[in-house]
């Protein structure tokens, strides 16, 4: 499993980042606190507190991570 803070600030940001998400095989994750929801879901996010900072959970080994990570680099938490 991998772990990748992002932030999905608007409406906008949550559509974008459906769309890319599901442009991938595999199962994917986001969290905040003890609420898990799938990332590849519109209704679950906009369920989340989205002031937050959210956990993406990338669940299985997958050869398409670096790719994965690449196309959603807009949303990630630089700390």
């Known amino acids: 499993m991998r772990s990748i803070m992002i932030r999905l600030e608007t409406i906008e940001d949550v559509k974008a980042f459906v769309s890319i998400m599901a442009q991938f095989k595999g199962y994917f994750d986001l969290a905040s606190g ?30 398409q991570i670096e790719e994965i990570i690449a196309s959603i680099e807009s949303f990630i938490v630089k700390e």
């Open 34 to 63: 003890r609420y898990v929801v799938d990332a590849k879901s519109v209704m679950g996010i906009f369920s989340m507190d989205l002031s937050r900072a959210l956990e993406l959970r990338i669940l299985e080994t997958n050869e």
